[in-house]
């Protein structure tokens, strides 16, 4: 009886001891502004929702260490300013997609995604296991900010376009919105590009503004109604094969954090960038059908031609990109050695079985 109290009593102790080493350290009256700024519109399916959740979930985790204060795009700043204003201290974080800054850097690029690049499970490895973090950090820090991933929406469509692309010839003098690095091969094709926030897509689609838009796939795609304007919408493209969003945060206040605080703005990221991706992996089909059934959306691929002078393009923009500088190069050749490495391993085994799956169970 006397061994059975004191193992009792022992493993008691030693859970209270657990229990306060894992605790929540006593949060102070009123807690920390988090003030986060975002490119994308309030209640905007996918992408916007996806943001809004992020917040909420720092918010909750923190058990009031954070004072959450959410801004979607256009209530604080514009989509496009976000980057500036967490640099500038004004506020503290950003959401959004850092191939928006390519001006400032164009290695920034590698950090959502770049064409003929990554597929979101290759980026993941990449950036938490084969020194992309690192990277990150060394090229956002120049700028006073510091990154996490916080949302994926895997492979994107190629686009919406008002007429069918048959061949290289029929890319020439179109007007496209379609940013970063994807851009530019666009434009070694003779396209007319133009980077516009995604609450400024559809009026310049409509409008006649713009002739053919990428966004990101079906189920984020579908609220847009971007078929009352183009009724060609074509699957995969090179542009954006999967990579991620970035919560951009300030770098001295980050530094500010204790541990316990950045773990926990570490775990709702990382929560959020599982959460984006599944949530787009398990709607895109339902919406793709409701593209072609509900409103006569013609589904087409890119051919063997047109993916072949994009990637003549993309070796073009690719090697104007390392020229840049230092920095830039050592980001690709890290990025262009993993994807070699993990996506040639990827190809071997879930390429060689979701092919001959596909094949079997007669999946198209």
């Known amino acids: 009886m006397e061994r059975r109290k004191f193992l009792k009593g022992a493993a008691m102790a030693g859970a209270a001891a657990a229990a306060s080493t894992l605790a929540a350290p006593a949060i102070a009256q009123g807690g920390k502004t988090l003030t986060i700024v975002s490119t994308w519109p309030r209640d905007f399916p996918g992408l916007g929702v996806s943001a809004q959740r992020l917040a909420a979930r720092i918010g909750q985790l923190s ?14 700043v514009g989509a496009f300013d976000v980057f500036d204003e967490v640099a500038s201290g004004n506020s ?8 928006y800054w390519v001006g400032k850097h164009p290695g920034l690029a590698y950090f959502t995604s770049v064409p003929f690049g ?46 069918e692309i048959e061949s290289p010839d029929d890319l020439k003098g179109l007007k496209m919105r379609i940013p970063g690095l994807g851009g ?6 003779g396209v007319s590009t133009v980077s516009l926030p995604g609450g400024q897509i ?30 060609f919408y074509y699957t995969g493209g090179m542009h954006e094969p999967g990579g991620g969003l970035a919560f951009g945060m ?45 409103h006569g959306v013609q589904v087409r691929a890119f051919n063997d031609e047109v993916w072949d002078a994009m990637g003549e393009g993309a070796a073009e923009v690719f090697a104007e990109t390392r020229d840049h500088s230092a920095l830039a190069a050592k980001i690709d050749d890290s990025f262009q050695a993993n994807l070699r490495e993990i996506g040639g391993t990827m190809a071997k085994f879930e390429g060689t079985f979701v092919n001959q799956r596909n094949r079997v169970l007669g999946l198209v």
């Open 250 to 294: 300030n770098a001295s206040w980050w530094g500010s954090l204790t541990d316990w605080e950045k773990a926990i703005i570490e775990a709702a990221c990382m929560e959020e960038h599982a959460a984006q991706f599944e949530e787009a992996m398990a709607k895109n089909g339902e919406y793709m059908d409701k593209l072609v059934n509900e």
């Open 184 to 189: 530019s091969v666009m434009s070694k094709l």
């Open 118 to 163: 990554m597929t979101t499970v290759e980026w993941n490895a990449w950036i938490k296991f084969k020194g992309g973090q690192a990277l990150w950090d060394e090229l956002s820090g120049g700028f006073g900010i510091k990154s996490l991933m916080c949302g994926a929406t895997g492979t994107q469509a190629g686009g919406w376009f008002n007429k």
């Open 92 to 99: 503290q974080a950003y959401i959004g997609a850092d191939y």
């Open 63 to 76: 058990q009031g260490a954070f004072n959450v204060e959410y801004f979607a795009a256009g209530e604080r």
């Open 202 to 231: 559809y009026e310049n689609l409509v409008s006649g503004a713009v002739e053919a838009t990428e966004w990101v796939g079906p189920y984020n795609d579908y609220f847009m109604k971007f078929y009352e304007a183009a009724k």
